[in-house]
């Protein structure tokens, strides 16, 4: 970059920051920063447009056009050429604007006379704040370096605008962005409603001083900073787990990034421009961010991702802000993150109100384990990372998968009726605590929880559950960044047997593969996971850890009751060999002289439509059948339950399924096996009542969703339920209009 452009550069930043730091309100300000630009870089016009809402950009300042103008002129993202700027975060720079592509005349700002446009987006971190627009009568496109020098004038004004230098006198901010209510339609994870303030995973680092007269000192902070992150990146490298290829090749990747000339270069010409080292970084970022959001190479994106996540730790180098920026986490928080794993999660603990993901899926574990505590959850609500900020009032509707941001009165009212409407029900499902499930024909259907951490065993008394239907033991491997060890999982169940004061736990054992991904284990590039490699495949194919789990919890039982179950058993041949393999473990365990449980029950998990169908000898066998609805139902209407457009198709109470379901319960009585039925639907009262009038006695849910499944059941005759379900059989389809109209009609 010549010295004369930098020079100049610096000046303009210099007379800027003058401007950005004199008091007044902040249309008087952004009235001096056009002007200024204007004046020193030699155009006729330069305007700035803020976001108003999140589709409208609005004049806000100009020098140049007509004054009123300002606050009246408006336009859509994507509409005319300052709308195309804000789209699609690039620069428009024409000699000819009217014969530009997506020109629009706007009268009432007088621009017929201008024949040059160049738009540079305001953006912070890949978040479009507005537009800077500088215009001539003159027939000329801008050069490369002033575009360069508009793009760090922008860049100033970006951080300015996030700081509130430009808010009206009135007290109003000019630009809306991170102010007005936003509603996100994402993703239901976990139902529950909750209301809160925001806390962000990754919080913004806050750039207080945009500008610097010091370029020396500037580059000298960047050099120091960078030489700490490849320290970092160094240290992470050396204390990976060397097993685990991708881990070792994004820090590679971070490597060749902390040591790349080019990234380097352009920060320092950002400084030498008279940005300091903060903005710098930031400008670098926000620039990559652009690209990422254009790129349609995944390859490239990912690239572009491990560029930000480094960008991030510069700057948090630089900024000393580290994780902890010194915020207080609200009494009330709720989570917001890109997406989040569930080690974080669990650091962070049953204190979060609700879980806000842009990413993630259903099926996740950061999803199973908020789930488990019942914390609302919300995936895909895309683009709350950059709108929310720490502190934001927050709405999450677990239900709908909505969430409102910055709410507006009428909407929290309402949403503050539906949270007292939930605490009621809950308070009024708490008395049916002590009381069976009994139907008013006198059937008694027998509730169980489903679990997976400890934390969740507290919860057992209080739910009312009569015991653990389902232990997902896999969810204490995926908290850890490494294979748990015999004993630590022989503590861990022996504490979760103590929890139970005696009732029944069903241990799973470990149903890994599909999207359950031990970070420690060799990731399996598998066209189809759901129907690839999982579950009992990987436990008797490498069966190492399927012994040493059977180990660890015949130790824990200690001569005490144990119940396990196989997850994922397709064929009887799948059952009769980790059956072996269980059997092998306590012949093990006798000739070392530890106590053998005094009861032992093995089950099977009947998730594929195959073991429905096995021979009766099978049948006979086990000692119980438990449907994993969710899975069964999966692979019975052949619809991924992780992809949402095909997953919420088909519904669990269709003809087909529940025909289906009978012919299980007719075998399980024909061979005299218990069964229960362990999905998530065992969980929704409508469905609970269906599948106890299918002849399910034994259901095991979610721990709050026992309360709302005692009160209907206790309210249901199975007689008349069975009824309705036949009227509404012929023709097949989904029985659920039918029963709720009939419920409708009872009140
Ligand atoms: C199921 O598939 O229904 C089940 C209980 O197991 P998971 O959800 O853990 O796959
Ligand atoms: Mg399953």
Not at 77 to 87: C, I, K, Y
Not at 389 to 408: F, M, S, Y
Not at 542 to 549: A, E, H, I
């Amino acid at each position: 970059m010549p010295d004369r452009i930098e020079s100049e550069s610096r000046r303009l930043l210099g007379r800027l920051r003058a401007v950005l730091a004199e008091s007044g309100a902040g249309q008087a300000r952004l009235d001096r920063v056009v002007e200024l630009i204007a004046g020193s870089m030699r155009f006729d016009v330069c305007s700035v447009y803020l976001f108003r809402d999140a589709e409208t950009l609005e004049l806000s300042a100009t020098e140049g056009l007509h004054p009123g103008a300002v606050h009246k002129t408006r336009m859509r993202v994507g509409e005319g050429l300052v709308g195309r700027v804000a789209r699609t975060r690039q620069v428009v720079n024409t000699a000819d604007a009217p014969a530009a592509r997506g020109f629009r005349f706007m009268p009432e700002t007088g621009e017929e006379v201008l024949a040059s446009f160049c738009g540079v987006p305001i953006q912070r971190l890949g978040d479009v704040l507005g537009v800077l627009v500088v215009q001539s009568r003159e027939k000329r496109e801008c050069s490369a370096d002033e575009i360069y020098a508009l793009e760090i004038v922008a860049m100033v004004l970006a951080e300015m605008t996030e700081l509130g230098a430009f808010t009206g006198g009135d007290g109003t901010a000019l630009g809306l962005r991170h102010r007005r209510p936003v509603l996100f339609r994402g993703t239901a994870g976990q139902e529950g409603a909750a209301a809160g303030h925001v806390w962000l995973h990754e919080p913004r680092v806050v750039v207080t001083n945009p500008i610097s007269d010091n370029p020396e000192h500037e580059l000298v902070r960047l050099r120091e900073a960078i030489d700490s992150l490849r320290q970092q990146v160094d240290e992470m490298l050396a204390t990976a787990v060397t097993v685990d290829a991708e881990q070792v090749a994004v820090l590679e990747t971070y490597r060749m990034f902390a040591n790349s000339r080019s990234w380097m270069r352009r920060m320092e010409d950002d400084i030498a421009s008279g940005l300091s080292a903060e903005a710098a970084v930031e400008k670098e970022q926000s620039l990559s961010r652009a690209r990422m959001g254009q790129a349609t190479d995944a390859y490239l994106r990912e690239r572009l991702h491990d560029l930000d996540d480094l960008s991030n730790r510069l700057l948090r180098i630089l900024t000393g802000q580290g994780r902890e920026t010194g915020a207080r986490m609200p009494d009330d928080p709720v989570l917001v993150a890109r997406n989040i794993g569930p080690g974080e999660l669990l650091e962070y603990g049953k204190r979060l109100r609700g879980v806000v993901l842009e990413e993630g899926s259903v099926g996740s574990h950061a999803a199973i384990i908020a789930r488990a505590w019942a914390i609302p959850l919300v995936i895909h609500a895309g683009g709350i990372v950059t709108e929310a900020l720490n502190g934001d009032p927050i709405l999450v509707d677990g239900e709908q998968g909505l969430v409102h941001l910055r709410p507006e009165a009428p909407v929290k009212k309402a949403f503050d009726d539906k949270l007292a409407m939930l605490t009621r029900a809950q308070e009024q499902y708490a008395g049916l605590r002590d009381l069976p499930a009994t139907t008013l024909c006198g059937t008694t259907v027998s509730l169980h929880m489903n679990a997976g951490l400890l934390a969740d065993l507290p919860s057992l008394p209080s739910s009312g559950a009569e015991g653990v239907g389902l232990f997902r033991t896999e969810l204490q491997f995926l908290i850890r960044n490494q294979m748990p060890k015999r004993a630590e999982l022989s503590a861990l169940y022996a504490r979760v047997m103590a929890a139970a004061q005696g009732r029944r736990v069903a241990f799973r054992t470990l149903d890994i593969g599909s999207d359950k991904v031990l970070s420690y284990m060799k990731p399996q590039d598998e066209p189809n996971p759901a129907m690839g490699w999982r579950a009992i495949r990987v436990g008797l194919d490498k069966p190492g850890v399927l012994r040493m789990q059977l180990q660890a919890l015949i130790r824990a039982a200690a001569g005490r009751p144990l119940a396990i179950m196989f997850p994922f058993v397709a064929i009887p041949a799948e059952f009769r060999a980790a059956r072996a393999e269980f059997d092998k473990a306590l012949a093990r365990e006798r000739i070392l002289g530890h106590p053998l449980p005094e009861r032992l029950e093995v089950g099977a998990m009947l998730e594929t439509p195959s073991l429905a169908f096995a021979d009766e000898s099978f049948w006979r066998e086990v000692d119980f059948i438990s449907i994993g609805g969710n899975d069964l139902k999966q692979f019975f209407f052949a619809a991924d339950r992780e992809n949402e457009r095909v997953r919420r198709r088909y519904d669990m109470l269709d003809v087909s399924f529940l025909t289906f379901l009978e012919g299980i319960v007719a075998r399980a009585r024909a061979s005299d096996t218990v069964l229960s039925y362990c999905g998530e639907d065992a969980g929704k009262p409508l469905e609970a009542m269906v599948l106890a009038a299918l002849g399910f006695r034994m259901l095991s849910m979610r721990a709050p969703a026992i309360g709302p499944v005692k009160h209907m059941l206790r309210r249901v005759d199975l007689r008349e339920l069975r009824a309705v379900i036949e009227a509404a059989r012929p023709g097949g389809g989904t029985i659920r209009p039918a029963l709720e109209a009939w419920l409708a009609g009872r009140g």
